[in-house]
Nanobody, 120 residues
Framework: QVQLVESGGGLVQAGGSLRLSCTASGSIASINFMGWFRQAPGKQRDLVAGITSGGGTNYADSVKGRFFISRNSAKTTLYLQMNSLKPEDTAVYYC??????????????WGQGTQVTVSS
């Protein structure tokens, strides 16, 4: 099994910054993809930013130039630096990992979610 533990959410004023962290642990053989998704009340869960095993990144258009995804050298901790936050960024943010476990099967895993609230 793989566990994802998130931290870093909170309440911030518009224009402020937050950094989210997500640490993966467990029976991981390799990680194919790591990403951050968010879900606002009444809306679907959407990809915010992702990073592949090779280091390629992609971002939702709404966060390009404001949010930056990165990971540690061991590829076990994922970060999301969020700058110039807007009220519309308010949502529960979820860490997602697609990983191959030691049994050689590949699964999707999700963190518990962390609330980000941006006040105007």
């Amino acid at each position: 099994q793989v566990q994802l533990v998130e931290s870093g959410g909170g309440l911030v004023q518009a224009g402020g910054s937050l950094r989210l962290s997500c640490t993966a642990s467990g029976s991981i053989a390799s990680i194919n993809f790591m990403g951050w998704f968010r879900q606002a009340p009444g809306k679907q869960r959407d990809l915010v930013a992702g990073i592949t095993s090779g280091g390629g990144t992609n971002y939702a258009d709404s966060v390009k130039g404001r949010f930056f995804i990165s990971r540690n050298s061991a590829k076990t901790t994922l970060y999301l630096q969020m700058n110039s936050l807007k009220p519309e960024d308010t949502a529960v943010y979820y860490c997602h990992v697609n990983a191959r476990v030691v049994s050689a099967s590949t699964y999707d895993y999700w963190g518990q979610g962390t609330q980000v609230t941006v006040s105007s």
